[in-house]
């Protein structure tokens, strides 16, 4: 989920920098380079009620204030065919989308609901129609609130098997069509969001830690658990996999892994093993098991007793269990040597602070990417460099602001560069998505979104318009443009009137 990392670090921040490959084109991309974009079943289905769906621990989560919710979202549930003949006309290779677990099992295990069955065969197919490969996230952060409130998900065991039926429903009713699968979106992030500051569903924390007033949690244990559990219901729904369906359906299944990169923020001894520190915490905390088969030395240092053990079955059954790696990548921080106060939390683990680089803030990203080169680099030389598909890269801007969003195709243009230049470097890096392909429900604020197309959420009809990044995406991946080009910007007597949504 996109920038959950925010809620946690409230002192981000970015730098400019031109620092990419100019003047390349797509067909400087190895042969069978897949591009794509993205969105996520809550953020752009709707329907949040229609056709047998139960609550999500998002509905539960967005409800319990009196902001706005995800009801309608983009109404993708509805719009599915024009949404996906938006993306044949761009040119997508690939579409990666989510799996709603409460529309497909509404209680979270047993019975499937025929209707959101029909739904995803429906949408897969339109896809496959239009030669668009689709990318499907199992789990994308919107629990059953059924096994929320049943045992508490994430925390309990339980979970491990509700969890590979549910992937074995999708790979049985799906996988002929499917042969990407990833099972759990940037566990990294929901562990400490959702278990530690309580910023994101289920929203749990224990005082004095939290962001939020949560009424239950433990801060001190309950991420080290969950992302545990999360690692052994991946390595479980791996095996089913590979046991069961890969011989047959010829596809490969993966786990994501949120990955903004860090550099220390002076030359001091202390800021550079707080750098490694944090690395170890943030991405070693999900590659390492799946790589070594256990978590990181400084990390079972640091954590102690508060951190799960592998059973040596265990270690062995999350080693090697991914065929790629998803990359999910938006920023890079500066990293200081911090001695917090307050002790035994995930965030005060680390004893690092995340500092801003430059002048954006929490809703503006600059672009920077050396970051996504450095994160691919960091990978290829510290876990063997593994086959990676960058499945979430993009820039927010303001909602209600110009469709001529040049600031988005220069962000989008510096990244695919530095893409182009890892894969030259060495890199195993097969395909790039850009987050989002449509305007989303976006929870962090609603007034900052990612996508290519406008989406009127004040229309009942959620009409979509391109903006300048639509157009030259599509350009590029025509092969008809390399640089950012002004004569792509949307005209503006044809924009929408955002000012007044």
């Known amino acids: 989920?996109?920038?959950?990392?925010?809620?946690?670090?409230?002192?981000?921040?970015?730098?400019?920098?031109?620092?990419?490959?100019?003047?390349?084109?797509?067909?400087?991309?190895?042969?069978?380079?897949?591009?794509?974009?993205?969105?996520?079943?809550?953020?752009?289905?709707?329907?949040?009620?229609?056709?047998?769906?139960?609550?999500?621990?998002w509905d539960t989560f967005v409800h319990s204030g009196s902001g706005p919710n995800g009801d309608i979202a983009c109404d993708g549930y509805h719009k599915y065919k024009e949404d996906v003949r938006l993306m044949y006309d761009m040119g997508l290779d690939a579409f990666r989308l989510s799996i709603s677990w409460a529309r497909l099992i509404p209680s979270g295990r047993g019975q499937v609901n025929p209707k959101g069955l029909r739904f995803y065969k429906n949408l897969i197919n339109e896809l496959i129609r239009h030669g668009i490969e689709p990318h499907v996230t199992l789990y994308h952060n919107d629990l059953p609130q059924a096994l929320e409130d049943e045992y508490g998900g994430w925390i309990d065991r339980k979970i491990i098997d509700d969890f590979t039926a549910f992937a074995n429903v999708c790979f049985r009713e799906f996988g002929n069509s499917v042969k990407f699968w990833s099972t759990i979106n940037e566990p990294n992030m929901l562990a400490p969001g959702g278990y530690d500051a309580g910023v994101i569903p289920p929203s749990h924390c224990s005082p004095p830690f939290g962001i939020f007033n949560c009424s239950r949690g433990n801060s001190s244990t309950e991420p080290y658990i969950v992302l545990h559990n999360m690692l052994l219901a991946h390595a479980s729904t791996a095996k089913l996999y590979n046991q069961k369906y890969k011989d047959k359906q010829n596809g490969s299944i993966g786990i994501t892994c949120y990955a903004f990169w860090m550099v220390p923020l002076t030359s001091s001894k202390e800021d550079e093993i707080a750098t490694q520190r944090a690395k170890d915490f943030y991405i070693g905390w999900v590659l390492h098991p799946l790589v070594f088969g256990d978590y990181p030395d400084v990390m079972k240092k640091i954590v102690g007793k508060r951190l799960p053990n592998f059973s040596e079955e265990e270690s062995n059954l999350v080693k090697d269990s991914f065929d790629f790696l998803g990359v999910i990548h938006y920023t890079t921080l500066n990293i200081k040597h911090f001695s917090n106060s307050l002790q035994g939390d995930y965030n005060a683990d680390i004893n690092a602070a995340l500092i801003n680089v430059g002048n954006s803030t929490l809703f503006t990203i600059d672009v920077l990417p050396w970051g996504l080169e450095g994160v691919l680099e960091y990978i290829k030389q510290n876990y063997g460099n593994p086959p990676i598909y960058i499945l979430e890269n993009g820039q927010p801007t303001y909602h209600h602001s110009s469709l001529n969003d040049m600031g988005r195709v220069e962000y989008l243009h510096a990244y695919i560069g530095s893409v182009l230049k890892s894969v030259r470097n060495g890199s195993d890096t097969r395909g790039y998505f850009q987050w989002s392909f449509v305007d989303l429900f976006e929870f962090v604020n609603v007034n900052y979104t990612y996508g290519l197309y406008f989406v009127n959420f004040s229309d009942p009809e959620r009409k979509r318009s391109p903006k300048t990044s639509a157009l030259w995406y599509s350009a590029f991946l025509k092969g008809t443009t390399k640089e950012p080009n002004k004569n792509l910007l949307v005209v503006s007597s044809s924009s929408p009137n955002l000012s007044s949504q």
């Open 1 to 57: 989920m996109e920038h959950i990392l925010f809620l946690l670090t409230i002192f981000l921040g970015l730098a400019f920098s031109g620092r990419c490959i100019n003047g390349y084109s797509r067909n400087d991309f190895p042969k069978g380079f897949v591009f794509g974009s993205a969105t996520s079943a809550f953020q752009w289905e709707g329907a949040v009620d229609e056709d047998g769906r139960a609550p999500s621990i």
